[in-house]
């Protein structure tokens, strides 16, 4: 496995998670790093990316000024921290590595196993 989620777990309403992906080899060599996530019944749906490269950042207008995504120096980790949960958010989360500044999944091509939240009270 090259890229592990983690950080998942059971939040109330307006909490927060952090939610953490490592890159076992770096040799990805992927300057792009992508949060999906994939509510029961939906598509998986873009959250936002990072560039290793500059630090660029997009969001999901779901989830603009309540998450934010950043990464290590070292370019092994990236991070999204979710704030003011909802239980819309709900869902499980996903990271990915890819080259193109891309909304669209398919546009990636690595992907973690994916870890869940759940917001509720």
């Known amino acids: 496995v090259q890229l592990q989620a983690s950080g998942g777990g059971l939040v109330q309403p307006g909490g927060s998670l952090r939610l953490s992906c490592a890159d076992s080899?770096?040799?990805?060599?992927?300057?792009?790093r992508g949060w999906f996530r994939q509510a029961p019944g939906k598509e998986r749906e873009f959250v936002g990316f990072i560039t290793f490269r500059g630090g660029r950042t997009e969001y999901a207008d779901s989830v603009k000024g309540r998450f934010a995504i950043s990464r290590d120096n070292a370019g092994n980790t990236v991070n999204l921290q979710m704030n003011n949960l909802r239980p819309e958010d709900t869902a499980i989360y996903y990271c990915a590595a890819g080259d193109y500044l891309s909304m669209i999944a398919s546009r990636y091509d690595y992907w973690g196993q994916g870890t869940q939240v759940t917001v509720s009270s």
């Open positions: 080899r770096r040799s990805l060599n992927r300057n792009v």
